[in-house]
């Protein structure tokens, strides 16, 4: 693991210029030259920051979906399939530090996985029995065998996978990717982040996940409930009609008109009359795109929306669907609320616990794929799945049974499916029972490169001035994983 | 004016997308005249290239420093290339960025802003590119293959922002002497940016009409005074800082608890920015008020600075020492960025890769918040807030009023006479000074013990070291009538545990002392020392029992004192035989190892124990220092100065004090819960839910952290400062903080000089638009460089003169062409924007201080926002606010559809517009009314008849509601541009 490096530099010099040295041509300027944003001086592109913006170079991708798996999706359940650990259950593994997860105390012997794995598809892609649905489309999946992170803990943890770094300071994801591409409907935020609609609570340090960081605050995640107005400030005030606000909406504007004639050429000023002309269409047009009701039946059935446990994920992920046809970026929601019970962090009983969020998850996600998949979408939209971190083989004693797992820091899996990746493949491996990564091991940032690479930006290259440094997604790391891309 | 806004400050360098090195071009393959070439190449580099290189080059990009990684000292280092990638491609001077950047066809222009070389340098150096950029030697000894730890040098120090500030300033000097202006703005555009810029509030339209009829001389004075004096200035400019100061009122992370008593900072900020608190001593205080003045609300509230940053409360055992040491370089890094506009942090894993900051420097530094943490402590704020008895209040107010009055009054005459029976009372002083040491005729140890006498009139015992002894000391009387003597046991390092004493573990124990003058006893009374052990007093000494002693357990290593009066001194005449008998009778080698003795003729109630001078000495001190370098010249602010030093002195002063400090302890404690920043082993730290009860809240020591990884310790650090910003003996108080408070506003030998600059950089920053330096928070060497160097040392020097007031430094900006001069409109931050709607509309609660609400129907002040972390108020964030993790000197400006739907859509919008049409409601003329209180002017005709126009129509379609269409324009009012941009 790479040493925390505070200032995003790291000690060895000839290992930062070989890292730089591979970033390649200097092409970027040319594509974001228009993005002339530092710190405070916002003002110079105030005209409008979510403006459609070239990428640095070719990308499959255009938007991104990412069901973020809360809590620590245990790998050795879900997709990463690991006879080692049937043979070794109930063992003691060896050397094993007990500081690895939260709980010290706890550590019971190796667990072998309650789900049956089956090889599945073409590829023969390996999938637990958790996922009757998601496991007819491991064709289309590009997993990631051998990922790993910094922390034990999850929103540190949290903070790694929307941020590059473990603490609350940076943009997350999202901003760094609306902040390079701006997005393709002004009507519409460009980055949507949805969360657990079943009052379990919010990933663990909240808003910051989806945070502009040093980025303008016009990057920042808008949260989008999916019941009820879906974002504020959309509805017309009551008592107004349309056509008395939009009278209203004519005065302001002749107000401006004079005022723009006494200062002349501020862009700034014209900019905010165009944010007026926007607002107004995103208030007639942003409700349409969250009216799921009006999809036909058989869609609603695709995405399991009549089926009651996965019914508010079906919400969702039919609502991102019709986000990102509309042009909308970056479309993150969250499986899961807190901690425990409330989310994917089955300390107590991985059975109960990880049947309970596939089973919300399983259909709609598959779902999403086939509707991508089936309306010619899959190609340029790039959908993630995976979370802070994986879990331990070793189990977790509850009530002194050995049922649950603990957090794992050093290993853990994600897949990502269309926009350019290459489904059907796999990349690198954990060790025997699934304990630490071992071949081909992957950080973020690596996924956060890879991410940006099939959105055509150049992760070396998106970087923004703060206090006097140049900061990027991938601090001085990061790779991109050829091997999956198509 | 417009050369000094909006100018092309930053060099497209720093811009985003700075090019990466092409890679594709590759050296080129050696061809026939390959040897022929290098050769040709040497001899240009010999002749030519070194010296340009080495004039121009190096100083940065060799030997002691490699900026940017790129070391040319070296042809390896030259190829190797730099953080920007490749340099230079040997025979390919057009695949050379090293070239461009010397051409200035590209970013970064070198040398770095310094003047383009002359075109046949670069000619030359084109050539010998071409012709293979061979070297015949490095271009400085031992280039920085391994660089050692980094060296701070006096070139670092003459750094325009770490050298000391420029005095030599031309006798008109000002603002306008400084800045070419062009001709001021419209009174009325005056006042309105007057009061937005001060108070944060729209003048009301009668005052905007007032100021634009007076034709009086100063009438520009005369309303910055009146603004200044506003509470609304705190309120308005505590935001500023409260974003420097990354401010929040939770933790974040995890729980994102809320620090329920965290406000207190805020109204600290409010406060102090009210009352003109000197600049160094707000800076003091949130360093470390606590240390300083324990007992000072203000500086207990001020504090909250250091606890204001994230914690996570979720901690596991592996994470804790690195969340630790995360907290202590949050504070670090923001009184780096925030006060010093130095980015300390970056030093943390490395030698600061810009900046003369080692990593070591970085340590000392953090080393004094070792035991720092939050907590929540009662603290009696009465003397902030007097509420209740109003009776007392009066008395309390008489009893200032009298105190006042004699201090502009009786006091200057009370000081001339204590001034002038002090100038003849030292005189006498002199004649016969309070101490004298005596220098024994012999000295005499029973038990075999040897003398040697010390220079400085102290005597060292050696050889045996009896179990119990008596050491006799004679000396005959200096003077007639002795009335006190002093027995000093010092320490030595000869000694166990360096004494005083001779015992194993360094102890005395003096059982008896006796004194007889000609053969006379003397009886001896009211000894007093500097310490004494429990059960071992002083009072043992004279007690007549050999048992009983006198010890000193466990100050050793110290030296120590005892003084004893004479009862009946006029039975000692001077040159009279002095005999002093001291006896150990008490414990088994006990006995003292280095001894000195005195007498005094003074009056033994006005004598010091341990040497150090009293307050009042070192006032009377000051004062004759004062007089002496003044030379006869005493101007006001001299008289000022000798009257505040000689206050404590003057009797009246201190009665009059009393009776105000008795009045006031009388009034009713108000004791709150305050979050203070403290040291943890006196306070109790605030703790957090956490994994294990087994985490610390803090650790003994601060390490050395090798990449700052808290698995590779090295050696624990010390205390230290910026090597780059001190200059000559430091002061060092024992606590950590206050020493860093110290050096941080030390002009002579800490960074007091840049503390000046940056502060007044920010306030020319937040009334201009820009800043003289346009990073506000990095003046290093990747940050922007001063566009009027000499005026930033001018104000930075106004400022240190004034006694570091600020509201001096607003004046002088306020009252300058440059700020009157007509500008381009400038948006308002999201709390003024808010503000100005509730102000119009009526609406406003100016109800100060206290807890805030997350609610966004408050009708208070936006800086009464509750601050959660996770929660940020969103009309707020819409509008930019910060996001309060790290200081933040310049808040961005972004335009987004989301802030247009809150003027359209948001009900708490709507509510304002009703109020304003509520206002309106009664006027004859209600669109001149409404463009008089939201723009500060009269409707042009054309925009009267629009407006009724729309009115009209908008009543029609309302069915004849005419609030509602009130309404509605108030709404449309206050959605154009003129509402939230200022010109």
Same mark, same amino acid.
């Given at each position: 693991?790479?040493?925390?490096?505070?200032?995003?530099?790291?000690?060895?010099?000839?290992?930062?210029?070989?890292?730089?040295?591979?970033?390649?041509?200097?092409?970027?300027?040319?594509?974001?030259?228009?993005?002339?944003?530092?710190?405070?001086?916002?003002?110079?592109?105030?005209?409008?920051?979510?403006?459609?913006?070239?990428?640095?170079?070719?990308?499959?991708?255009?938007?991104?979906?990412?069901?973020?798996?809360?809590?620590?999706?245990?790998?050795?359940?879900?997709?990463?399939?690991?006879?080692?650990?049937?043979?070794?259950? /109930?063992?003691?593994?060896?050397?094993?530090?007990?500081?690895?997860?939260?709980?010290?105390?706890?550590?019971?012997?190796?667990?072998?996985?309650?789900?049956?794995?089956?090889?599945?598809?073409?590829?023969?892609?390996?999938?637990?029995?958790?996922?009757?649905?998601?496991?007819?489309?491991?064709?289309?999946?590009?997993?990631?065998?051998?990922?790993?992170?910094?922390?034990?803990?999850?929103?540190?943890?949290?903070?790694?996978?929307?941020?590059?770094?473990?603490?609350?300071?940076?943009?997350?994801?999202?901003?760094?990717?609306?902040?390079?591409?701006?997005?393709?409907?002004?009507?519409?935020?460009?980055?949507?982040?949805?969360?657990?609609?079943?009052?379990?609570?919010?990933?663990?340090?909240?808003?910051?996940?989806?945070?502009?960081?040093?980025?303008?605050?016009?990057?920042?995640?808008?949260?989008?409930?999916?019941?009820?107005?879906?974002?504020?400030?959309?509805?017309?005030?009551?008592?107004?009609?349309?056509?008395?606000?939009?009278?209203?909406?004519?005065?302001?504007?002749? =107000?401006?008109?004079?005022?723009?004639?006494?200062?002349?050429?501020?862009?700034?000023?014209?900019?905010?009359?165009?944010?007026?002309?926007?607002?107004?269409?995103?208030?007639?047009?942003?409700?349409?795109?969250?009216?799921?009701?009006?999809?036909?039946?058989?869609?609603?059935?695709?995405?399991?929306?009549?089926?009651?446990?996965?019914?508010?994920?079906?919400?969702?992920?039919?609502?991102?669907?019709?986000?990102?046809?509309?042009?909308?970026?970056?479309?993150?929601?969250?499986?899961? /609320?807190?901690?425990?019970?409330?989310?994917?962090?089955?300390?107590?009983?991985?059975?109960?616990?990880?049947?309970?969020?596939?089973?919300?998850?399983?259909?709609?996600?598959?779902?999403? =794929?086939?509707?991508?998949?089936?309306?010619?979408?899959?190609?340029?939209?790039?959908?993630?799945?995976?979370?802070?971190?994986?879990?331990?083989?070793?189990?977790?004693?509850?009530?002194?049974?050995?049922?649950?797992?603990?957090?794992?820091?050093?290993?853990?899996?994600?897949?990502?499916?269309?926009?350019?990746?290459?489904?059907?493949?796999?990349?690198?491996?954990?060790?025997?029972?699934?304990?630490?990564?071992?071949?081909?091991?992957?950080?973020?940032?690596?996924?956060?490169?890879?991410?940006?690479?099939?959105?055509?930006?150049?992760?070396?290259?998106?970087?923004?001035?703060?206090?006097?440094?140049?900061?990027?997604?991938?601090?001085?790391?990061?790779?991109?994983?050829?091997?999956?891309?198509? | 004016?417009?050369?000094?806004?909006?100018?092309?400050?930053?060099?497209?360098?720093?811009?985003?997308?700075?090019?990466?090195?092409?890679?594709?071009?590759?050296?080129?393959?050696?061809?026939?005249?390959?040897?022929?070439?290098?050769?040709?190449?040497?001899?240009?580099?010999?002749?030519?290239?070194?010296?340009?290189?080495?004039?121009?080059?190096?100083?940065?990009?060799?030997?002691?420093?490699?900026?940017?990684?790129?070391?040319?000292?070296?042809?390896?280092?030259?190829?190797?290339?730099?953080?920007?990638?490749?340099?230079?491609?040997?025979?390919?001077?057009?695949?050379?960025?090293?070239?461009?950047?010397?051409?200035?066809?590209?970013?970064?222009?070198?040398?770095?802003?310094?003047?383009?070389?002359?075109?046949?340098?670069?000619?030359?150096?084109?050539?010998?590119?071409?012709?293979?950029?061979?070297?015949?030697?490095?271009?400085?000894?031992?280039?920085?293959?391994?660089?050692?730890?980094?060296?701070?040098?006096?070139?670092?120090?003459?750094?325009?922002?770490?050298?000391? =500030?420029?005095?030599?300033?031309?006798?008109?000097?000002?603002?306008?002497?400084?800045?070419?202006?062009?001709?001021?703005?419209?009174?009325?555009?005056?006042?309105?940016?007057?009061?937005?810029?001060?108070?944060?509030?729209?003048?009301?339209?009668?005052?905007?009409?007032?100021?634009?009829?007076?034709?009086?001389?100063?009438?520009?004075?005369?309303?910055?005074?009146?603004?200044?004096?506003?509470?609304?200035?705190?309120?308005?400019?505590?935001?500023?800082?409260?974003?420097?100061?990354?401010?929040?009122?939770?933790?974040?992370?995890?729980?994102?608890?809320?620090?329920?008593?965290?406000?207190?900072?805020?109204?600290?900020?409010?406060?102090?920015?009210?009352?003109?608190?000197?600049?160094?001593?707000?800076?003091?205080?949130?360093?470390? /008020?606590?240390?300083?003045?324990?007992?000072?609300?203000?500086?207990?509230?001020?504090?909250?600075?250091?606890?204001?940053?994230?914690?996570?409360?979720?901690?596991?055992?592996?994470?804790?020492?690195?969340?630790?040491?995360?907290?202590?370089?949050?504070?670090?890094?923001?009184?780096?960025?925030?006060?010093?506009?130095?980015?300390?942090?970056?030093?943390?894993?490395?030698?600061?890769?810009?900046?003369?900051?080692?990593?070591?420097?970085?340590?000392?530094?953090?080393?004094?918040?070792?035991?720092?943490?939050?907590?929540?402590?009662?603290?009696?704020?009465?003397?902030?807030?007097?509420?209740?008895?109003?009776?007392?209040?009066?008395?309390?107010?008489?009893?200032?009023?009298?105190?006042?009055?004699?201090?502009?009054?009786?006091?200057?005459?009370?000081?001339?006479?204590?001034?002038?029976?002090?100038?003849?009372?030292?005189?006498?002083?002199?004649?016969?000074?309070?101490?004298?040491?005596?220098?024994?005729?012999?000295?005499?140890?029973?038990?075999?013990?040897?003398?040697?006498?010390?220079?400085?009139?102290?005597?060292?015992?050696?050889?045996?070291?009896?179990?119990?002894?008596?050491?006799?000391?004679?000396?005959?009387?200096?003077?007639?009538?002795?009335?006190?003597?002093?027995?000093?046991?010092?320490?030595?390092?000869?000694?166990?545990?360096? /004494?005083?004493?001779?015992?194993?573990?360094?102890?005395?124990?003096?059982?008896?002392?006796?004194?007889?003058?000609?053969?006379?006893?003397?009886?001896?009374?009211?000894?007093?020392?500097?310490?004494?052990?429990?059960?071992?007093?002083?009072?043992?000494?004279?007690?007549?029992?050999?048992?009983?002693?006198?010890?000193?357990?466990?100050?050793?290593?110290?030296?120590?004192?005892?003084?004893?009066?004479?009862?009946?001194?006029?039975?000692?005449?001077?040159?009279?035989?002095?005999?002093?008998?001291?006896?150990?009778?008490?414990?088994?080698?006990?006995?003292?190892?280095?001894?000195?003795?005195?007498?005094?003729?003074?009056?033994?109630?006005?004598?010091?124990?341990?040497?150090?001078?009293?307050?009042?000495?070192?006032?009377?001190?000051?004062?004759?220092?004062?007089?002496?370098?003044?030379?006869?010249?005493?101007?006001?602010?001299?008289?000022?100065?000798?009257?505040?030093?000689?206050?404590?002195?003057?009797?009246?002063?201190?009665?009059?004090?009393?009776?105000?400090?008795?009045?006031?302890?009388?009034?009713?404690?108000?004791?709150?819960?305050?979050?203070?920043?403290?040291?943890?082993?006196?306070?109790?730290?605030?703790?957090?839910?956490?994994?294990?009860?087994?985490?610390?809240?803090?650790?003994?020591?601060?390490?050395?952290?090798?990449?700052?990884?808290?698995?590779?310790?090295?050696?624990?650090?010390?205390?230290?400062?910026?090597?780059?910003?001190?200059?000559?003996?430091?002061?060092?108080?024992?606590?950590?903080?206050?020493?860093?408070?110290?050096?941080?506003?030390?002009?002579?030998?800490?960074?007091?000089?840049?503390?000046?600059?940056?502060?007044?950089?920010?306030?020319?920053?937040?009334?201009?638009?820009?800043?003289?330096?346009?990073?506000?928070?990095?003046?290093?060497?990747?940050?922007?460089?001063?566009?009027?160097?000499?005026?930033?040392?001018? =104000?930075?020097?106004?400022?240190?003169?004034?006694?570091?007031?600020?509201?001096?430094?607003?004046?002088?900006?306020?009252?300058?062409?440059?700020?009157?001069?007509?500008?381009?409109?400038?948006?308002?931050?999201?709390?003024?924007?808010?503000?100005?709607?509730?102000?119009?509309?009526?609406?406003?609660?100016?109800?100060?201080?206290?807890?805030?609400?997350?609610?966004?129907?408050?009708?208070?002040?936006?800086?009464?926002?509750?601050?959660?972390?996770?929660?940020?108020?969103?009309?707020?964030?819409?509008?930019?606010?910060?996001?309060?993790?790290?200081?933040?000197?310049?808040?961005?400006?972004?335009?987004?559809?989301?802030?247009?739907?809150?003027?359209?859509?948001?009900?708490?919008?709507?509510?304002?517009?009703?109020?304003?049409?509520?206002?309106?409601?009664?006027?004859?003329?209600?669109?001149?009314?409404?463009?008089?209180?939201?723009?500060?002017?009269?409707?042009?005709?054309?925009?009267?008849?629009?407006?009724?126009?729309?009115?009209?129509?908008?009543?029609?379609?309302?069915?004849?509601?005419?609030?509602?269409?009130?309404?509605?324009?108030?709404?449309?009012?206050?959605?154009?541009?003129?509402?939230?941009?200022?010109?």
């Amino acid at each position: 693991m790479k040493t925390e490096n505070h200032c995003g530099r790291i000690e060895n010099t000839y290992t930062r210029r070989q890292l730089l040295q591979r970033a390649g041509g200097g092409i970027g300027m040319l594509a974001l030259n228009s993005l002339l944003l530092e710190e405070g001086l916002g003002a110079t592109i105030g005209a409008n920051p979510m403006a459609t913006r070239q990428p640095h170079g070719f990308g499959r991708a255009k938007r991104v979906i990412w069901l973020f798996i809360n809590g620590g999706p245990s790998h050795v359940d879900t997709w990463d399939y690991k006879p080692g650990l049937v043979k070794a259950d /109930g063992k003691k593994l060896e050397g094993f530090d007990n500081t690895t997860g939260f709980f010290d105390k706890a550590v019971g012997p190796l667990l072998k996985s309650p789900f049956e794995f089956k090889q599945h598809g073409q590829s023969g892609m390996w999938a637990s029995s958790l996922f009757p649905y998601l496991s007819q489309h491991v064709d289309k999946m590009a997993f990631i065998k051998s990922f790993h992170t910094q922390s034990n803990n999850h929103s540190p943890a949290l903070f790694m996978a929307n941020t590059g770094v473990p603490r609350m300071s940076n943009p997350c994801v999202g901003s760094w990717v609306t902040y390079g591409l701006g997005t393709e409907n002004q009507n519409l935020p460009a980055f949507v982040v949805m969360s657990d609609p079943l009052n379990r609570g919010l990933p663990k340090g909240h808003a910051a996940n989806w945070g502009s960081g040093f980025l303008p605050g016009a990057y920042q995640g808008t949260w989008v409930r999916s019941k009820g107005e879906p974002i504020p400030n959309l509805k017309r005030i009551a008592g107004l009609s349309d056509m008395q606000q939009r009278a209203q909406l004519n005065f302001v504007g002749k =107000l401006n008109a004079a005022h723009e004639k006494r200062h002349p050429g501020e862009m700034e000023l014209t900019a905010r009359i165009r944010s007026f002309e926007l607002a107004y269409r995103m208030q007639q047009e942003a409700p349409e795109c969250f009216e799921i009701d009006s999809e036909p039946e058989h869609i609603k059935s695709l995405y399991g929306l009549e089926e009651k446990r996965c019914s508010h994920f079906a919400r969702q992920c039919l609502m991102a669907r019709r986000m990102v046809e509309r042009g909308v970026r970056f479309v993150q929601i969250y499986s899961g /609320g807190m901690e425990n019970a409330r989310s994917w962090d089955g300390h107590g009983n991985i059975q109960k616990n990880h049947t309970q969020f596939a089973g919300e998850t399983d259909r709609p996600i598959a779902g999403l =794929l086939a509707d991508l998949e089936q309306r010619g979408m899959l190609e340029d939209t790039l959908v993630i799945w995976g979370g802070e971190f994986g879990r331990l083989p070793v189990s977790q004693l509850s009530g002194g049974k050995p049922t649950g797992r603990d957090h794992n820091p050093h290993a853990g899996c994600y897949w990502m499916a269309g926009g350019g990746t290459r489904g059907g493949t796999s990349y690198g491996e954990t060790d025997e029972v699934g304990h630490k990564a071992a071949v081909d091991t992957v950080e973020i940032h690596d996924i956060h490169a890879t991410i940006l690479h099939l959105l055509g930006l150049n992760h070396e290259e998106l970087t923004y001035l703060h206090s006097g440094r140049r900061f990027r997604l991938t601090d001085v790391a990061g790779r991109v994983l050829h091997d999956i891309v198509a | 004016m417009n050369t000094l806004s909006y100018k092309q400050l930053w060099p497209a360098a720093l811009l985003i997308g700075l090019p990466l090195m092409s890679l594709t071009g590759h050296a080129a393959e050696p061809g026939n005249d390959h040897a022929q070439k290098m050769a040709q190449s040497l001899k240009l580099f010999t002749g030519q290239v070194r010296t340009i290189f080495s004039e121009h080059c190096v100083r940065c990009h060799g030997g002691e420093k490699t900026r940017s990684d790129f070391d040319l000292a070296t042809r390896r280092g030259l190829l190797a290339g730099g953080e920007l990638g490749v340099a230079v491609v040997p025979g390919k001077p057009a695949e050379s960025p090293l070239l461009a950047y010397l051409q200035h066809a590209e970013e970064p222009f070198m040398p770095l802003k310094k003047t383009k070389l002359a075109a046949q340098d670069i000619a030359a150096v084109e050539k010998w590119i071409s012709l293979g950029a061979a070297y015949d030697a490095p271009l400085v000894e031992q280039s920085a293959a391994e660089p050692g730890p980094m060296q701070v040098t006096e070139s670092d120090r003459a750094y325009w922002a770490f050298a000391p =500030l420029k005095d030599n300033f031309p006798q008109e000097a000002s603002i306008d002497h400084f800045i070419k202006a062009g001709g001021p703005a419209a009174p009325r555009v005056l006042a309105r940016r007057l009061s937005f810029d001060l108070t944060g509030l729209p003048p009301a339209p009668q005052e905007v009409e007032r100021f634009a009829g007076d034709t009086s001389a100063d009438a520009h004075e005369k309303l910055v005074n009146q603004l200044l004096e506003s509470p609304r200035f705190g309120e308005r400019w505590a935001r500023h800082w409260l974003d420097v100061a990354r401010f929040a009122e939770s933790h974040g992370f995890e729980q994102d608890y809320d620090r329920k008593f965290a406000f207190h900072y805020r109204d600290f900020v409010i406060r102090a920015l009210n009352e003109d608190m000197p600049y160094d001593r707000f800076v003091r205080w949130q360093i470390a /008020g606590d240390e300083l003045e324990p007992k000072n609300p203000m500086a207990m509230m001020a504090t909250g600075f250091l606890g204001a940053g994230v914690f996570p409360t979720q901690i596991t055992i592996s994470e804790a020492e690195r969340v630790r040491y995360d907290a202590m370089d949050d504070m670090l890094a923001t009184i780096g960025s925030g006060m010093l506009a130095t980015t300390i942090g970056c030093a943390r894993c490395h030698d600061h890769k810009y900046d003369p900051i080692p990593t070591r420097d970085y340590y000392r530094m953090l080393s004094a918040f070792t035991t720092t943490v939050r907590s929540d402590v009662d603290i009696d704020m009465s003397a902030l807030d007097a509420t209740g008895n109003t009776d007392l209040n009066k008395k309390i107010a008489d009893a200032k009023a009298a105190l006042d009055g004699y201090g502009r009054e009786g006091l200057i005459t009370a000081f001339r006479s204590w001034n002038k029976a002090r100038l003849e009372s030292s005189q006498e002083t002199a004649k016969n000074p309070e101490w004298v040491i005596l220098s024994p005729d012999s000295l005499i140890s029973k038990g075999g013990a040897t003398f040697t006498a010390q220079p400085d009139g102290s005597h060292l015992a050696g050889g045996k070291n009896p179990a119990l002894d008596t050491y006799t000391f004679t000396a005959p009387a200096p003077a007639d009538n002795l009335r006190a003597i002093k027995l000093e046991a010092l320490a030595d390092p000869s000694m166990n545990r360096g /004494g005083p004493g001779r015992a194993k573990n360094g102890n005395i124990a003096l059982s008896d002392l006796k004194l007889s003058c000609g053969g006379r006893a003397i009886k001896l009374a009211n000894p007093r020392a500097t310490f004494q052990q429990g059960g071992l007093p002083i009072a043992a000494t004279i007690d007549n029992n050999a048992k009983s002693a006198w010890a000193l357990d466990p100050q050793f290593g110290k030296d120590h004192a005892a003084i004893f009066e004479l009862t009946n001194p006029s039975d000692c005449k001077a040159g009279q035989k002095l005999v002093f008998t001291l006896t150990f009778g008490n414990n088994t080698g006990h006995n003292i190892g280095r001894l000195r003795l005195s007498v005094s003729s003074h009056d033994p109630a006005g004598l010091k124990l341990d040497g150090k001078a009293s307050p009042a000495d070192l006032a009377t001190r000051k004062i004759d220092s004062l007089i002496r370098s003044a030379k006869g010249n005493f101007d006001d602010k001299l008289r000022a100065r000798l009257l505040e030093l000689y206050k404590p002195l003057d009797p009246k002063w201190r009665e009059l004090e009393g009776n105000l400090a008795t009045l006031e302890s009388g009034r009713k404690k108000a004791i709150t819960k305050v979050m203070i920043s403290s040291d943890g082993n006196k306070v109790k730290p605030m703790r957090h839910h956490t994994s294990s009860g087994s985490i610390p809240n803090f650790y003994k020591q601060t390490h050395f952290l090798k990449r700052g990884d808290t698995r590779q310790k090295g050696e624990v650090a010390t205390l230290g400062f910026l090597q780059v910003l001190s200059r000559g003996e430091v002061p060092r108080p024992e606590k950590g903080r206050s020493a860093i408070a110290d050096w941080i506003t030390d002009t002579e030998a800490g960074a007091g000089h840049l503390l000046a600059r940056v502060i007044v950089n920010r306030i020319w920053q937040h009334y201009l638009g820009e800043g003289i330096v346009a990073t506000p928070n990095d003046f290093g060497l990747q940050g922007a460089e001063p566009t009027h160097p000499v005026l930033l040392d001018w =104000l930075a020097h106004e400022l240190i003169r004034n006694e570091w007031s600020l509201k001096h430094i607003h004046r002088l900006i306020l009252n300058s062409n440059a700020y009157k001069a007509k500008r381009r409109p400038r948006r308002l931050e999201a709390e003024a924007i808010r503000d100005n709607a509730l102000a119009v509309s009526e609406l406003l609660d100016g109800k100060m201080y206290g807890p805030g609400t997350l609610s966004e129907g408050m009708l208070r002040r936006s800086i009464y926002f509750m601050i959660k972390r996770s929660k940020l108020v969103p009309v707020m964030q819409s509008f930019d606010w910060p996001d309060s993790l790290t200081s933040l000197g310049r808040r961005s400006v972004t335009t987004t559809s989301s802030q247009a739907l809150i003027f359209i859509n948001d009900p708490h919008m709507r509510r304002m517009a009703e109020g304003f049409a509520k206002r309106l409601s009664g006027a004859t003329d209600p669109v001149t009314e409404a463009y008089r209180i939201a723009y500060g002017r009269r409707p042009s005709g054309e925009e009267l008849t629009g407006a009724r126009d729309f009115l009209t129509g908008q009543q029609q379609s309302h069915n004849g509601d005419k609030h509602k269409a009130l309404s509605d324009f108030c709404g449309a009012i206050m959605s154009a541009n003129e509402f939230i941009y200022i010109e």
